[in-house]
């Protein structure tokens, strides 16, 4: 069975005139979307795996969650129902799930700001100011990064051919480190110098090849005049 006020907290909106207190309405609609955003990156994470920032931001959820039902409860409110572990589902890229997250922390925060301009409770109004300058200041500028590193991977991968949906697949430990190492000096824009667009357009899993093997060279050698140095009178 749906929340009495299902219609309302998926608009979220506050119903002026309603026998429902606008304080009960406020943290109801808060704590139905720290539902949301649990389910939504838990999701991404059974999907796409534990990477950053979706697991740390989780865990902050679910503290945000707790410290809802804490003040729910403190102050007599009926908990909503959480409808989304049924019904989330994910995009199809790690990129388009990182603008989602990006997008859901601004409306979050806007959310927020309304719900402060509609109540007085002096608890409560320090809860929705918390969550709101995590979303702001943490959770949104984590995800904006996240979204540009994604951009400039699948960009790189696709001046090699590769598709959007391909850009995430797994080379090996070296291979990924150097993957992503490029994808966020590229969303930087930092200055590669002049052997930024050939590194760009090696793939990360050779370049991790010749590293690798560049490195059993150089301990080779060394070890061969390590040995030559320790044969001498």
Request: net charge positive; glycine share 8%.
């Amino acid at each position: 069975m749906p929340n009495h006020d299902e219609a309302a907290l998926r608009a979220r909106r506050l119903l002026p005139g309603s026998r429902i207190p606008p304080l009960h309405q406020a943290l109801r609609l808060a704590l139905y979307d720290q539902y949301a955003t649990r389910a939504f990156h838990a999701r991404v994470i059974e999907s796409f795996g534990a990477k950053a920032p979706f697991p740390a931001a989780l865990r902050a959820c679910e503290q945000h969650i707790a410290q809802c039902v804490s003040l729910c409860r403190g102050l007599g409110i009926p908990l909503p129902l959480d409808p989304f572990p049924a019904e989330t589902r994910v995009g199809l890229s790690w990129r388009i799930n990182c603008e989602r997250a990006a997008r859901g922390e601004a409306s979050k925060a806007e959310c927020h700001a309304m719900l402060l301009s509609s109540i007085a409770q002096p608890d409560a109004r320090a809860l929705l100011r918390r969550l709101q300058r995590d979303a702001l200041n943490r959770r949104l500028p984590e995800f904006a990064r996240a979204t540009a590193t994604a951009m400039e991977q699948e960009r790189m991968h696709a001046a090699q051919g590769v598709a959007p949906a391909d850009a995430y697949v797994q080379h090996g430990p070296m291979a990924n480190f150097l993957e992503q190492a490029f994808s966020v000096l590229g969303s930087q824009h930092s200055a590669f110098g002049v052997v930024g667009p050939l590194l760009r357009g090696v793939q990360p899993a050779l370049l991790a090849g010749l590293i690798a093997g560049g490195a059993g060279t150089y301990f080779v050698k060394h070890q061969a005049r390590r040995h030559g140095k320790e044969g001498r009178p």
